[in-house]
C-alpha cells in the first residue's frame, strides 16, 4: 500500500503563488507515476499533471501549461505541484495520486492509490 499526504493548500490572490506538496510512505516508489488532479465543486475530476519516479518525465495539462510545474525529490519521495499566476478559475481541491505503470497518465482511474486533497482558493 502507499499512502499520500497533501500539504501547501490555502488562499491566494490572482496573480499569486503555491506549492503543493504530496510526500508518500509505505512501499517503494521507484515504478511509480506520480499525479496530480483537481476537483472543483460541481465538475469532474480534472488532470493537472504528471511525473514518472524513474526518469523525471513530465505530462501538463494544456489549462495551466506555462504556469504550473511539477517536480520530484526521489531521496523524500516527494512530489510537488509549484503553481504560479494562479487565477481564480484555478479554485479547486487539489489531489496528489500514484500509479504503478506508466500507460495512461491523465484519466483519473488509472491512478491506483490517492491523497486526501488540499484545498486552493483563488480571490480575484
Known amino acids: 500500500q502507499v499512502q499520500l499526504v497533501e500539504s501547501g493548500g490555502g488562499l491566494v490572490q490572482a496573480g499569486g503563488s503555491l506549492r503543493l506538496s504530496c510526500a508518500a510512505s509505505g512501499r517503494t516508489f521507484s515504478s511509480y507515476v506520480r499525479g496530480w488532479f483537481r476537483q472543483a465543486p460541481g465538475k469532474d475530476r480534472e488532470f493537472v499533471a504528471a511525473?514518472?519516479?524513474?526518469?523525471?518525465?513530465?505530462f501538463t495539462a494544456d489549462s495551466v501549461k506555462g504556469r504550473f510545474t511539477i517536480s520530484r525529490d526521489n531521496a523524500k519521495n516527494t512530489v510537488y505541484l509549484q503553481m504560479n499566476s494562479l487565477r481564480p478559475e484555478d479554485t479547486a481541491v487539489y489531489y496528489c495520486?500514484?500509479?504503478?505503470?506508466?500507460?495512461?497518465?491523465?484519466?483519473?482511474?488509472?491512478?491506483?492509490?490517492w491523497g486526501q486533497g488540499t484545498q486552493v482558493t483563488v480571490s480575484s
Open positions: 495520486a500514484a500509479k504503478r505503470t506508466i500507460g495512461q497518465v491523465m484519466g483519473p482511474t488509472a491512478y491506483d492509490f
Open positions: 511525473i514518472t519516479w524513474s526518469g523525471g518525465s513530465t
